[in-house]
């Protein structure tokens, strides 16, 4: 009886599999279907669609993850990946990503330390702006206009002064909020090539260490961070529809009163919540609706 019973559940446990892979493939499927309909020219599109059957898919994936906890085989992969060529591509992977049910992830020509733009728990397909590289510079008005995909090399600095010019514009200007008062900005970086979780534990482990020690040389109430220095040490949303109070946790440090501004913009552009990750803006529709249950 016993045995049968093992063979019965292991039966379930196999269908459930195989019928969990169908929907997946059938998904995916339909996913790509929708961006040839809806396409003004399917032929453009189908050269900057990117599919795990590609011999570039890897390579194109892998080319600008500069942390290599998530290079291993264990980290979850896109579904599809598209390289637009020009913006009138970009609205039609946006609707079908959200017709299809596929969480989108936009990544740019910039560093993203905690994998946001190319990682996801949910099946997903990654928007790829590497081919958005323009830089245009105005003289006039000494402003410049560079586009996603951009790099500007290697360079940085892990201690950043602040002052002169950062002090002239509003707190309350634009969502960076860091402006006078503050003498300096920190990035806490840490670089290893030896691979396997235990390597990336030990190191992860010591900058920890060493942010905490900086901690009375720094704000306080909330200690804040930048927001392109992104660190899921300071808080993360919960999984589904995630509450004001819990967004705050980590909202605060990168925005400051500006949070709660950005949460207005938030629920006039996306009340659905479709554009989320685990430090996504939260629209108020959400929280209140799930505070009235």
């Not at 961006?35 to 892998?62: A, E, F, G, M, W």
């Not at 552009?269 to 009235?292: A, C, H, M, T, Y």
Request: glycine residues 6%.
């Amino acid at each position: 009886m016993k045995t049968r019973s093992i063979s019965g559940l292991s039966f379930v446990f196999v269908l459930l599999f195989s019928s969990s892979w169908a929907a997946s493939a059938q998904n995916h499927e339909d996913f790509l279907q929708c961006l040839s309909l809806h396409s003004q020219n399917s032929t453009s599109i189908s050269q900057v669609i990117y599919t795990p059957n590609n011999s570039s898919y890897l390579p194109i994936l892998q080319f600008s993850i500069q942390n290599l906890r998530f290079m291993s085989s264990d980290t979850p992969k896109p579904t599809v990946i598209v390289t637009p060529l020009h913006e009138s591509q970009i609205p039609t992977v946006i609707k079908c990503s959200r017709t299809h049910g596929m969480q989108i992830r936009v990544r740019s020509g910039g560093h993203d330390y905690e994998g946001l733009s190319y990682v996801s728990e949910l099946p997903f397909v990654i928007l790829d702006m590497i081919n958005f590289k323009s830089i245009t510079v105005d003289t006039e008005t000494s402003t410049a206009w560079v586009q996603s995909g951009s790099t500007v090399e290697a360079a940085e600095m892990i201690l950043s002064p602040y002052g002169g010019k950062m002090d002239e514009i509003s707190e309350y200007a634009i969502p960076f909020p860091h402006r006078a008062g503050n003498l300096y900005k920190i990035q806490h970086l840490v670089y290893w090539e030896e691979e396997g979780e235990m390597a990336a534990e030990r190191h992860i482990s010591w900058i920890r260490r060493l942010y905490s020690y900086m901690a009375p040389y720094v704000s306080k109430f909330p200690r804040a961070a930048y927001i392109n220095y992104r660190d899921f040490d300071v808080g993360v949303n919960k999984q589904g529809n995630t509450s004001h109070a819990q967004a705050s946790i980590w909202g605060t440090k990168y925005f400051k009163n500006n949070f709660n501004r950005l949460v207005k913009v938030k629920t006039m552009v996306d009340p659905g919540n479709f554009f989320r990750n685990e430090q996504s803006i939260p629209p108020i529709s959400l929280w209140r609706k799930k505070k009235g249950d």
